[in-house]
């Protein structure tokens, strides 16, 4: 078989590169790109397949970084670390801190000789700041700094995430001019409303900045695979390409989920004699319903506060505000009792807790639903007339 097996966007990757990177001057996101898809639609792998060579073609020094590979780590201390590795990493790093500092000694890292700048303490005090660690970075490789932080709603969980979006923000203030721009910020995440909370309050780091939705795979997307198929499996004959868009719309524009619908419809044991576009959908839909019944039966384990928290959230979205009278009202008339600040937390807590957790919240004391395939599964039920679900 010949041929990529990863769709490409290059154009879409050139025209946001460009746009970041300040080469545009209406809609030009020069103060930071804000990124938005659902999860598992692509969303990493265009950051890193796609974008990043983008930036790279366009001369910067690009900095991936996910937060969501290790959440055990605070997301503060993983960022100053992988700009730590990235100024070690650059050749002759040291050899021109000695020489621009007129150093005799020169030395990384804790005890002993003297360094103007140390990059293995970012973030620490005695150390350095941030804006300095990507100024210094920025001199170093004589490029503009890519920052690409995928998953960039966890800094606002991180006892220290408040803070490095300031100093990434001033750093932006600082280091940018109208007509050069060095430091570009690209900030994506899998929730829009969790996303949200970098611009949306004016008490957000990055206030007035707009979060943008990154476009789904779509036709396009389908009618690659669809070549992909005919060249690996030419008994197929003609393809339905409709057949498997609708397929793929189905799954929320999955890719991965959508390679499991087309592996078990290629398989004479699981293909259940249907023919394959057939198969595909029969296999889609079976995915669909196994989602949603895992979701009733998370729900239906639930307390009756429990889960009249978690249908106030799925209705009110990112304007939920726990113990506003409001939401206190609504949560009271879906529980058929009075429910009191008090209850309302021990209950949202109880929902963070569990593994996986229902429930986020902000360092902020910001709430939302963890998952917003819940909120799909619960509009589907509630238009079918079948809410609330039952064991």
């Known amino acids: 078989m010949t041929g990529k097996l990863r769709f490409e966007r290059p154009e879409l990757a050139a025209k946001m590169a460009a746009s970041v990177s300040g080469r545009q001057k209406w809609n030009s996101d020069a103060d930071g790109l804000f990124l938005a898809a659902p999860r598992r639609t692509g969303k990493s792998t265009f950051l890193k397949g796609d974008l990043r060579p983008a930036l790279e073609a366009l001369g910067a020094?690009?900095?991936y970084l996910d937060f969501w590979s290790n959440l055990r780590l605070d997301p503060a201390e993983l960022l100053y670390a992988e700009?730590?590795?990235?100024?070690?990493?650059?050749?002759?790093?040291?050899?021109?801190?000695?020489?621009r500092t007129a150093l005799t000694k020169v030395q990384i890292g804790a005890g002993g000789g003297s360094l103007a700048f140390d990059p293995t303490r970012i973030g620490k005090a005695p150390g350095s700041s941030l804006m300095a660690a990507l100024r210094e970075l920025a001199e170093v490789t004589g490029k503009a700094i890519a920052l690409i932080l995928d998953e960039a709603q966890h800094l606002t969980v991180s006892p220290r995430g408040e803070d490095v979006l300031k100093e990434l923000k001033a750093a932006?203030?600082?280091?940018n001019q109208p007509d050069n721009i060095v430091l570009m910020l690209v900030m994506s995440g899998s929730d829009r409303d969790k996303l949200?909370?970098?611009t949306n309050s004016k008490a957000a780091a990055f206030y007035g900045s707009k979060v943008k939705l990154l476009p789904l795979l779509d036709g396009?997307?389908?009618g690659w695979l669809t070549g992909l198929l005919a060249q690996s499996n030419p008994k197929l004959g003609a393809i339905n390409i409709g057949a498997l868009s609708h397929a793929f719309e189905l799954l929320g524009h999955r890719p991965k989920v959508m390679d499991d619908a087309i592996s078990n419809a290629l398989n004479p044991v699981t293909c259940g004699g249907l023919a394959f576009e057939a198969a595909v959908l029969d296999h889609a839909q079976a995915i669909i319903r196994a989602e949603y019944e895992?979701?009733?039966d998370r729900f239906i384990?639930?307390?009756?506060?429990q889960k009249a928290i978690l249908t106030v959230l799925m209705e009110s979205g990112d304007t939920f505000s726990p113990y506003g009278a409001t939401t206190l009202k609504a949560i009271s008339d879906v529980v058929g009792k009075r429910a009191t600040a008090t209850s309302v937390q021990g209950a949202l807590e109880a929902l963070r807790k569990l593994d996986p957790p229902m429930v986020w919240k902000s360092n902020r004391g910001e709430y939302g639903l963890d998952d917003l395939g819940m909120v799909d599964w619960y509009e589907q039920l509630t238009t079918r007339g079948e809410w609330p679900p039952t064991a």
């Open 61 to 63: 020094e690009v900095i």
């Open 83 to 99: 700009i730590s590795r990235a100024l070690l990493a650059n050749a002759g790093f040291v050899a021109r801190m000695a020489e």
């Open 172 to 175: 932006r203030d600082t280091l």
């Open 196 to 198: 949200g909370r970098l």
């Open 220 to 222: 396009y997307y389908v």
């Open 294 to 296: 895992q979701y009733s």
């Open 301 to 305: 384990a639930r307390t009756a506060m």
